[in-house]
């Protein structure tokens, strides 16, 4: 039985979607269908076999020693061939060979054996292999399984080759008992809509379409600004490229705008998100009324990548006198100040004050400190480094020192982060350029307050910092204008947040799966991380994250079907009772939910499992009082069976065995 | 495992080096349905990392996080991979590359040999242990450690005696005593370089006096010492086996300094020694802990949280620059600090009886000599694109991790897959054009 006969292929499946890439309404219902289907299929196999004498077959492997050394193997396979349902029995020097594989795929044609135990090495080797060689006899692979004698036996039990051989029959023996109510599986595979959503048209979001569109798949790019490039368009030039932002942003844009395979959707907003990997459905919804048009669209995608970004991190009003005095601005508002100035430039004039003296303040709003900050309005710290300030500050830094030689830098940091690739010459350079560094505690930032009347004439303000560099001395430094080297801070997205179940870090930021083994998936399968919605980056950290996220999409989107694992939850609608306590415990939204269904001519709530979004942990099976929910492929009565098997008396020793006594 | 290539092989794209860069970008490659092949120089894939102990800032072991991908990449259908294989050269010629490589001898039949290494347990020949840094024995023939992949056995020539016992223990008569070199060239459309980084010498900076103590040791050496499975199983220091007391990190001792002409930033170092400390801390309570340092360069996510946490634990920061290390008595150390922390008394020697020197990294492989790849001013890989960050100057050829300049491994990861994705939509443009054509 091959899956394509049960489940239909994605070309048809495309030919009942409308050419606006919206599923049409029955398919749904039919998506259900088909996985129900797939489940069935296997186990109406099993019944209509039901209660067969079973033919198992049982091959022990002697590892070329590292198994028979220690392990009695011949006397392995004597005592399991007693077990009832075992008819073969067989040792082999090395079962993973190319002739032991044949051995078995030949003998389940030739003795009809219909289900397969190998007990060998660790399954982390081998079970995918041994798997292989039993479909390839033509038995269902998930009849088939694995026991660990080298790992679990025969090395850890070198100095005890009596017990080692006890124990290697005792597991064959649990693992036969397992089999006997194993059902055949089959992968669930899904219709895989070969189109992503990608939210946020800035650098990441722009470079995650270009990267996917580039595969061939079709992006649909949503962002409510009326422009894409995001913050960049908005700063002059950028390190270390030294080029404009714009040019990066218009370069990718444009890109991206004339790119037949992504639409592109300016001052909209993404409203609904329902569904699951390969099949999400979205409603996205325009910000404006668009004078008749349409001004919401559905649609449905297979992936969603989140390239939603960060905001900057506004002082809150005095804070450093911010919005008090004229001239104390923002790291940004600084930069959009300094993208009109000329080169070599006498007098700088910012908001009709001469500047001669600038003052720069690192993390303002980052590395935030219990006791030393004020908590935001969620009573949260930025705890975090921005991570793109200092070099930022000093790029800027060096740009005022060219535009404005005369004018006179301090820098206000508490370390100095300029990592990345060509950052430390800005440090440097800075430094030559005559740039004066005060190094601060974080637990003792510094001050800023207007200079008092007397002293005016040498600035309006003055910031006093208590200096390491010098030993802790109090410093007051008067300057005309204050720059605060300010961060990220998350965007803002609570809805998108509480509809697609995204988890966020204490720093309010998307939060990844593992930073290094999963670092651009999110909990929900199908949904991925790209740039600075994940945390602070820099563009070429930025750029990259995008292209990582794009791969990842790519890679689902390489494959016809969307294919899990059979290992999933299944109601047993008969012991149902509907109350709901296996959907109480479950932490996979939307994978377990109570519909109404008629059973006996009475309507009664019965729960339901959502295949697409069961992942398999079983915690709906443990709780379940009436039994009525059970994990495929490790199902209640293979456990005890299992157990029952590993426990039973062995066969030839003391009394008759009774290995399978439940039911 | 795939191990078996001819010339006529021509794989969708080639992978040079197999470290955690290298394996993210085969299997993100592969995963997409392309035929990669994995090339190492080493015996075992896995790089730098699988030889670390944890890994901040999440302090998981660093295993856990290496083997998986390992074995992903073995088990993977759509990756071959050739390890102690070096590539001679690359050469390009109309966008098409040409890799020529030297497949090294094991004198082990890899088909035949099933990593049961009672080769490894007859032998009576043992040789410093590189993946120990040196620190504990290895036999002459052996499999490189206990998680490398391929388990495959692998003969030491140099210190190999020809006695015979491999070959007469090997249930499956794997030993080949007359295995030879073999050279092949591979032609494909695209190429990640991802062959990584090697550490300066612990020398570079004479007055640290490292030739003269066996106490003033490498990062890397401590990350074995702090392994759960590393060569002492516990801490101890390597002149006399001494529980150390008081512990020194000197940070910057081959980066941010252009009197060794790396003026760079190493951008690793300040994460690993604080994570060394907190591991230090659990393994030995009763140590002092220092880092001399000129500015801690905590950016990632979490990662100043994880500083934080390490202040906390009682970890002495000291803002300063080390001048000299002179060994003293007993295998002690006298360090010479010029330290802004301490107004009346500036100049400290402090003594601390086991020093770590953070020293820089620098490429561990030089493809502009033998490709066409063009270097940067800092001897990495040159990244010229303003869009592309993984593109190198040559079509077709891409560039990951630590080849393209000091990164730690999240950064490194991300980089892996973009640089995948950089090369999956070349081949694919590439092809649609030649389907046009």
Known sequence: ?663 | MNTHVTSDFRPDAVVIGGGIAGLQSALDLADQDLQVLLVERQSSIGGHMISLSKVYPTLDCASCITTPKMSAAAHHPNITILTNTEVEGVDTCDEKHSVRLLQKPTYVNFDKCIGCRLCEYACDTEVPDPFEEGLGAVRAIAVPFTNAIPQKAVLNAEACGTCGTCARVCPTGAIEYDQQPRRLTIRTDAIIVASGFNLNSLNIKPQYNAQHSSNIISPLTLERLLAPHGPYGRVLRPSDGKIPGSIAFVQCAGSRDESIGVSYCSRVCCMYAIKQSMLLSGALPLADITIYYMDIRAFGKGYEQFFQNAKAMGINFVRGKVARIDPITDGDLSLHVETTEDADNPLQERRHDLVVLAQGMIPGWQPSTITQVASASDGFVATPMLTAPTATTVPGIFVAGTAAGPKDIVDTIAEAGAAAMQASQYLHQKRAEVLVA
């Not at chain 1, 960060?310 to 104390?328: K, Q």
């Not at chain 1, 000329?342 to 303040?361: E, I, S, Y």
């Not at chain 1, 008092?452 to 200096?467: C, F, I, N, Q, Y």
């Open chain 1, 1 to 663: 039985m091959s899956s394509n006969e049960k489940v239909r292929t994605h070309q048809e499946l495309e030919d009942d979607v409308c050419p606006c890439g919206e599923v049409a309404p029955e398919e749904e219902a039919h998506l259900q269908k088909e996985i129900a289907q797939a489940q069935d299929a296997g186990r109406a196999q099993h019944a209509a076999g039901a209660e067969p004498p079973l033919r198992i077959g049982v091959y022990i492997c002697r590892c070329g020693g590292n198994i028979s050394d220690v392990v009695d193997v011949e006397r392995v396979a004597e005592t399991v061939r007693l077990i009832p349902g075992v008819t073969t029995a067989k040792v082999h020097t090395f079962v993973c060979s190319d002739p032991g594989q044949h051995m078995i795929s030949n003998d389940i044609l030739e003795e009809n054996l219909d289900r397969v135990v190998v007990a060998s090495c660790t399954p982390f080797l081998h079970e995918q292999t041994f798997r292989g060689a039993v479909a390839r006899g033509g038995m269902n692979p998930y009849l088939y399984e694995h026991v660990n004698i080298r790992e679990q036996v025969s090395w850890a039990h070198k100095h005890d080759p009596e017990g080692a051989t006890q124990k290697a029959i005792r597991m064959i023996a649990g693992a036969v008992g397992k089999l006997r109510y194993a059902q055949p599986l089959e992968q669930i595979k899904l219709p895989n809509h070969r189109r992503a959503l990608v939210i946020g048209g800035g650098l990441a979001g722009m470079k995650a379409a270009s990267d996917l569109s580039a595969r061939g798949i079709s992006v649909l790019l949503v962002e409510t600004a009326q422009q894409l490039g995001g913050h960049l368009n908005q700063w002059g030039q950028v390190y270390p490229s030294e080029r404009a932002a714009k040019e990066i942003t218009a370069e990718l844009a444009k890109r991206v705008q004339s790119d037949p395979r992504i639409e592109v959707l300016l001052s909209w907003k993404v409203a609904e998100v329902s569904g699951f990997i390969g099949n999400f459905k979205v409603a996205v919804e325009s910000l404006y009324p668009l004078g008749g048009k349409q001004s919401r669209i559905e649609a449905t995608v297979g992936a969603i990548i989140m390239a939603t970004g960060f905001r900057p991190y506004v002082p809150r009003n005095g804070e450093f006198l911010f919005r008090t005095d004229p001239c104390v601005v923002t790291l940004p508002e600084f930069m959009q100040a300094m993208q009109g100035a000329t080169p070599g430039a006498t007098k700088f004039t910012f908001k009709g004050r001469t500047v001669r003296n600038v003052a720069f303040l690192h993390c303002v709003g980052s590395r935030q400190l219990d006791g030393v900050h004020q908590p935001d309005e969620n009573g949260r710290l930025n705890t975090y480094c921005s991570r793109t300030c200092c070099t930022t500050i000093l790029q800027q830094s060096l740009a005022l020192h060219q535009r404005y030689p005369s004018v006179g830098i301090f820098d206000f940091y508490q370390d100095i982060r300029t990592y990345g690739r060509g950052e430390e010459n800005y440090y440097t350079n800075a430094s030559k350029a005559g740039v004066v560094f005060f190094r601060y505690n974080g637990e003792e930032p510094p001050r800023v307050k207007p200079t008092s009347p007397e002293h005016t004439s040498r600035g309006a303000l003055t910031v006093t910092v208590k200096d390491t560099l010098t030993w802790g001395e109090e410093l007051e430094v008067p300057v005309d204008m204050v720059v605060l080297g300010t961060g990220m801070i998350p965007g803002q997205i609570p809805d998108l947040i509480d509809q697609m179940k995204l988890a966020t870090g204490e720093d309010g930021f998307l939060q990844e799966v593992h930073p290094k083994l999963r670092p651009v998936e999110v909990a929900v399968n199908g949904v991925l991380l790209a740039g600075t919605a994940q945390g602070p980056m820099n563009i070429q950290e930025s750029l990259s994250a995008a292209g990582a996220a794009a791969v990842k999409a790519a890679a689902m989107f390489a494959k016809e079907d969307v294919e899990l694992n059979p290992y999933v939850a299944e109601v047993d609608l008969s012991l149902c009772t509907g109350d709901a306590q296996c959907v109480t415990q479950c932490a996979y939204e939307g994978a377990l939910h109570i519909v109404e269904m008629e059973v006996n001519g009475e309507v009664v709530p019965r729960a339901k499992v959502n295949a697409g979004l069961c992942v398999g942990c079983g915690a709906c099976v443990a709780v379940c009082p009436h039994r009525a929910i059970n994990l495929n492929g490790w199902r209640l009565d293979q456990y005890e069976a299992m157990v029952e098997g590993i426990a039973a008396e062995l066969p030839g020793q003391a009394c008759e065995p009774e290995l399978v006594s439940i039911r």
